[in-house]
């Protein structure tokens, strides 16, 4: 079965630290990648995608990288403020499921003044 | 900026009650999907749209949900007789192409099931 996991489940950092956070999935056929901010009771706002051929994206002060055979990305984001405090999601398009996102369960991320 | 616009943003209903959820999806973009995301739990894929056809649906996606487009700008989900367990938040994804597969979703509809 096709699995995407986030750990961990939730960060604490002060601001300007850098966030990095982890995404793993079980096969490494996917199609693409893409990252996603949620905040609470809210939509999802898509960050980021990677295409399976790419290493990495970059878009302002986050970066997401990819690396197919160990089943994982990272998305970093530089010099955290208080308004990075979200969830963040991981969903994979895998090449035998067609279009459709397999998510991850996230990384809620609070960013302390 | 173009966005995915789904109504209403919460619904009541009663358990055994019809529901249908809408959404309006970015004009140009020719994929359309359901997820849900219970409380707590996962975001959840539910059925994928094409071509006025369904192209993928999930084990969730039973007989009591079906999906209709009705117009050229309206994509709706109807659940014909709601559970407990519908109870959930509802979001609606459009793509581009499949080479341009980045989805965009909507705010979503709470949907509570009393």
């Known amino acids: 079965k096709q699995e995407v996991t986030q750990i961990p489940a939730a960060l604490s950092v002060p601001e300007g630290e850098n966030l990095v956070l982890n995404c793993s999935f079980t096969d490494s056929a996917i199609y693409n990648l893409q990252w996603f901010r949620q905040d609470p009771g809210k939509g999802l706002t898509s960050l980021l995608l990677?295409?399976?051929?790419?290493r990495e994206q970059t878009s302002g002060r986050l970066n997401a990288s990819l690396d197919k055979s160990s089943g994982r990305s990272t998305l970093y984001i530089a010099a955290s403020q208080p308004g990075d405090s979200a969830t963040y999601l991981c969903?994979?398009?895998?090449?035998?499921?067609?279009?459709?996102?397999?998510f991850g369960g996230g990384t809620r991320v609070l960013v302390k003044p | 900026e173009p966005e995915v616009t789904q109504t209403p943003s919460h619904q009541v209903t009663q358990m055994g009650q019809e529901v249908i959820l809408r959404c309006v999806p970015i004009s140009n973009h020719l994929y359309f999907y359901w997820y849900r995301q219970i409380l707590g739990q996962k975001v959840e894929f539910l059925v994928s749209?094409?071509?006025?056809?369904?192209?993928?649906k999930s084990e969730i996606f039973d007989d009591q949900f079906s999906v209709e487009r009705p117009d050229g700008s309206n994509f709706t989900l109807k659940i014909r007789s709601t559970k407990l367990e519908d109870s959930a938040m509802y979001f609606c994804?459009?793509?581009?192409?499949?080479?341009?597969?980045?989805?965009?979703f909507g705010a979503g509809t709470r949907l509570s099931v009393l």
């Open positions: 994804a459009s793509s581009e192409s499949l080479a341009k597969n980045i989805q965009y």
């Open positions: 749209f094409y071509n006025n056809e369904i192209s993928e």
């Open positions: 969903a994979v398009s895998f090449w035998a499921a067609g279009n459709k996102l397999t």
């Open positions: 990677i295409q399976s051929s790419q």
